[in-house]
């Protein structure tokens, strides 16, 4: 098809600001997840704590930006087409963005109310 006959480098350099895209939207989430923790103490959130914040977005983002590299890798080795990385693109960020929204949904549901007051009025 059209994509497949387009050389590899143009393919790898149209296709790798997705990446950058997504990293961003994983600090986003995380930041949330981080706002509504400090608005509610709670023990939804007792897997966040100060020390584990670094090691956890550590983990997160190596282990998205190694699957990153093995797609590209094998796509550069002629393993798999540029047609699975466009699908790979499509599916994940739908998936992602449907999981941030019902993820939003449910801490709004589930904290609906006054905030914690410590930070002030």
């Known amino acids: 098809m059209g994509i497949n006959r387009a050389p ?11 990446l950058v895209f997504m990293s ?14 400090e608005a509610h103490q709670n023990d939804i959130f007792k897997f966040i704590t100060d ?12 282990v998205f930006l190694g699957s990153y590299i093995v797609m590209y ?3 550069l080795l002629d393993i798999i087409s540029a047609e699975v990385i466009l ?3 499509i599916i ?7 999981f ?13 109310g006054r905030p914690n007051t410590k930070f002030g009025a």
């Open 8 to 18: 590899k480098i143009l393919v790898c350099c149209l296709l790798i600001p997705e």
């Open 24 to 37: 961003a939207y994983a600090f986003l989430v995380w930041e949330m997840l981080n706002a509504q923790h």
């Open 51 to 62: 020390k584990s914040d670094v090691q956890i977005v550590t983990f997160i983002f190596t």
């Open 73 to 75: 890798s094998t796509y």
């Open 87 to 89: 699908l790979t693109q």
């Open 92 to 98: 994940i960020p739908l998936i992602a963005t449907v």
């Open 100 to 112: 941030v929204i019902f993820l939003m949904l449910w801490l709004q549901c589930k904290f609906s």
